[in-house]
Nanobody, 126 residues
């Protein structure tokens, strides 16, 4: 059974930083894209960042470009999201996602991912 478990959420003041982690188990994601999505209160789940297989294969939503960095450690079967210069608008539940088709570029739609974590809350105060 594939499981994705996020950690690292919390509360931070505007301008601060947090790093989210997502540990996968049940299969290796080395050749599969992984992504981060978020759902703000009262809104739909939206794409934040994605990392495909291989190095330098990353993709970001415009709203986080230059502030967030996605990385992966395939030896640990994990993906990370470093979030800097956080803004109150970044407040959301953040979800880790895993693709089920190998060697694809990271996608920015919910439908492209088959595996999901339970989410971790990030709250940014002004």
């Amino acid at each position: 059974q594939v499981q994705l478990v996020e950690s690292g959420g919390g509360m931070v003041q505007a301008g601060g930083s947090l790093e989210l982690s997502c540990a996968a188990s049940g299969r290796t994601f080395r050749t599969y894209a992984m992504g981060w999505f978020r759902r703000a209160p009262g809104k739909e789940r939206v794409f934040v960042a994605g990392a495909g297989w291989g190095e330098f294969n990353t993709y970001y939503a415009d709203s986080v470009k230059g502030r967030f960095t996605i990385s992966r450690d395939d030896a640990k079967n994990s993906v990370y999201l470093q979030m800097n210069s956080l803004e109150p608008e970044d407040t959301a539940v953040y979800f880790c996602a895993g693709d089920n088709i190998p060697y694809r570029q990271p996608r920015d739609t919910v439908e492209a991912y088959d595996y999901w974590g339970q989410g971790t809350q990030v709250t940014v105060s002004s």
